[in-house]
């Protein structure tokens, strides 16, 4: 199954690395890919995966926000 949605407060290659690391760890997470210029992310996953947990552990690293 593919997300995508949108993260604001990217703006460099360590913010796309740090996001998409941090994603991959989450149970139930495949892929993660980052545009980190436009915040557009792309997120595989089971069709059983809690998307609120992605976001949290995604505000949690950072001033980002994320827009399901």
């Given amino acids: 199954m593919q997300t995508q949605f949108t993260i604001t407060g990217t703006h460099c290659r360590a913010?796309?690395?740090?996001?998409?690391?941090?994603?991959?760890e989450i149970?139930?997470?495949?892929?993660?890919?980052?545009?980190?210029?436009t915040g557009n992310t792309l997120l595989v996953h089971d069709s059983?995966?809690?998307?609120?947990?992605?976001k949290k552990n995604i505000e949690s690293l950072s001033?980002?926000?994320v827009k399901l």
Avoid: H, M, T
């Fill in 63 to 65: 001033s980002y926000k």
């Fill in 27 to 37: 149970p139930g997470v495949f892929e993660c890919n980052v545009d980190f210029e």
């Fill in 15 to 24: 913010c796309r690395l740090l996001i998409e690391e941090a994603c991959k």
């Fill in 48 to 54: 059983q995966l809690d998307l609120d947990i992605v």
